[in-house]
């Protein structure tokens, strides 16, 4: 696929428009599945650390995977949660340990008869060690790219997500004690605690993963864990192309339209590619703006040079301390910045939120669940009356239509794949009622043998009112796009 074609139009104004800074080829693949390894493929190859027997052989050919080693690690941890006494292990020497470990793994290569020379012994040794040390028996699935999500329900119960799709893993904890040993590891390094007084708690991992535990009284069956894994390497538009969540002129059109400072609100019900995709179409952002980004939990990556980073901090131990989203909103206004981007609107903060893109800050970006661009207003409308502001609804009707410039809907379909649903954009007001249109839909028409869902985009055929601005500025968009009569590729 090529790279998105920005022509300047004749009538330009002097900022560069460049394409997104991804050069990497996106193949598309067949069906969306990710493409097979390589440079820029779809998905990133799966790291040869972690296979569950369990799952389906995958589509795509990882790199080469050494699954009789991995069988080995894993039934090799087993044993060792059965043998060792974990609950010295935290007060044993590092290097004690590591001795005790090693003597352990000797022992077991012998009993299984492993060929295994001194060297390799010894990684297997450091290995297992890490593992021990650091969040146990899921340091593997950490550590392998191709899953998405950890779940622990419980001490015996772990399942993934890996490419869209739940697949149970063997990987169980010893018993609850040591599944609770490990959360409370995590959540001690960011300085939370976690007891029955507490028992929810978000942290975040060193490596940025996002992480809830809930524990006894309210976790009924074991402590429970959901791990949103950090993506180390996050989607650019082209690849969100190649994978199937939109075709090219989609992207191009949300790249002109971000670019062109038309304040986006991307919409999707959990876990659907809402923060995914503002992360890409955040590429579209000249490297000239100053951007606030305002998150619960940092996950936003943005490639431009001048962002300040912004997190909401809990309430402490005693209740006391918290700074909320609204704050942060409202004190980013106060820092001058051209874009606040706000991960997501959940609450009475979607009132400045909205102050804010009617107040110069156009182009300013936010996820929101909802599972319709109509939901998406209507529920906006509920935020703002929430933060107790005593305005009538068509006043704060009148705020959003003039505020938000368009809605793209994301959703994750019944096949595991996620895709934009629609690009609606708001009009305006009519009597009480937020004007909107869609410019892009994607029509599901029937689902294959394997459950794929099969579909299509098309253009409804109106011409989007921000293709004046997206003009003006330079952005010369092919208009053969919204033609109705074709399905779009
Ligand atoms: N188009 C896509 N194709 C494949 N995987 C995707 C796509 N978009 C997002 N993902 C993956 O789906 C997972 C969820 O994405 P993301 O965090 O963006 O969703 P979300 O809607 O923001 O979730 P939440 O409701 O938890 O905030 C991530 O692991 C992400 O890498
Ligand atoms: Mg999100």
Partial sequence: MSRFAFRRAAVVEPEPVAPPRSTEPAAPPPGGEPAPAGEGAAAEPAKPIFTAPV???????????????????????????????????????????????????????????????????????????????????????????????????????????????????????????????????????????????????????????????????????GASVSIRKFSKKPYSLERLVGVGAMPACVAEFLYGAVRSRVSTVISGGTGSGKTTLLNALSAAISEKERLITIEDAAELQLQQPHVVRMETRPPNIEGKGEIRQRELVKNALRMRPDRVILGEVRSEEAFDMLQAMNTGHEGSMATIHANTPRDAITR??????MGGMRLEPSAIRGQIASAVGMIVQVMRLSDGSRRVMAVTEITGMEGQVVQMQDIFVFNRISTDAEGKVLGEFRATGLRPKCMDEMIRRGINYDTTNFDPGRALK
């Avoid at 906006?380 to 009356?385: D, S, T």
Wanted: charged share 30%; no cysteine; net charge negative.
């Fill in 380 to 385: 906006l409308e509920q935020m703002v009356a």
């Fill in 55 to 221: 799952a389906k052989a995958p589509e795509a050919a990882p790199a080469p995977v050494d699954n009789s080693m991995l069988d080995i690690r894993l039934k090799l941890h087993a044993k060792l949660i059965d043998e060792i006494d974990l609950s010295k292990l935290d007060k044993l020497e590092d290097a004690e340990m590591r001795r005790q470990v090693r003597k352990l793994v000797g022992d077991f290569a012998r009993t299984e008869r492993l060929a295994l020379n001194a060297s390799e012994l010894d990684k297997m040794g450091a290995e297992v060690f890490d593992e021990m040390v650091g969040l146990g028996p899921i340091e593997p699935l950490l550590s392998d790219d191709s899953i998405a999500d950890i779940l622990i329900n419980g001490p015996f119960q772990v399942y993934v997500e890996r490419r869209g799709e739940l697949e149970l893993t063997p990987v169980r904890f010893r018993d609850n004690d040591h599944l609770l040993r490990i959360v409370n590891r995590i959540v001690s390094t960011v300085g939370r605690r976690i007891d029955e007084s507490q028992p929810m708690v978000d942290a975040r991992l060193p490596d940025g993963s996002r992480v809830n535990a809930a524990i006894a009284p309210i976790a009924i069956d």
